[in-house]
Nanobody, 123 residues
Framework: QVQLVESGGGLAQAGGSLRLSCAAS????????MAWFRQAPGKGREFVAA????????LYTKSVEGRFTISRDVAKDTVYLQMNSLKPEDTAVYYC????????????????WGQGTEVTVSS
């Protein structure tokens, strides 16, 4: 079992920044690929970014490339999502997810999920 706890969400103005954190604990959490997904009201869960278990592979959805950065601190079993140049369309609940093996860009392969943290970007 892997437990994931997100933090860092909140309210930001357009053009501002927020940093999300996802603390992982449990069995071999450091050997899992980690990802961030988001879900806006009335929409499906959307891939945002992922990082491989060693931190050397990162994936992003096009709409956040150049604005968001995913990273992980293996020693702390924590994954971060630095979000810069925020836009109102980034407003969503952001979820952290984990899976053994390589990162994926769809939700289904991820076995473990956090409870979500809400991000609201005002214009």
């Amino acid at each position: 079992q892997v437990q994931l706890v997100e933090s860092g969400g909140g309210l930001a103005q357009a053009g501002g920044s927020l940093r999300l954190s996802c603390a992982a604990s449990g069995h071999t959490a450091s050997s899992y690929s980690m990802a961030w997904f988001r879900q806006a009201p009335g929409k499906g869960r959307e891939f945002v970014a992922a990082v491989g278990y060693s931190g050397d592979v990162t994936l992003y959805t096009k709409s956040v490339e150049g604005r968001f950065t995913i990273s992980r601190d293996v020693a702390k079993d924590t994954v971060y999502l630095q979000m810069n140049s925020l836009k109102p369309e980034d407003t969503a609940v952001y979820y952290c997810a984990a899976r053994p093996g390589n990162p994926a860009v769809v939700p289904a392969p991820y076995e473990y999920w956090g409870q979500g943290t809400e991000v609201t970007v005002s214009s």
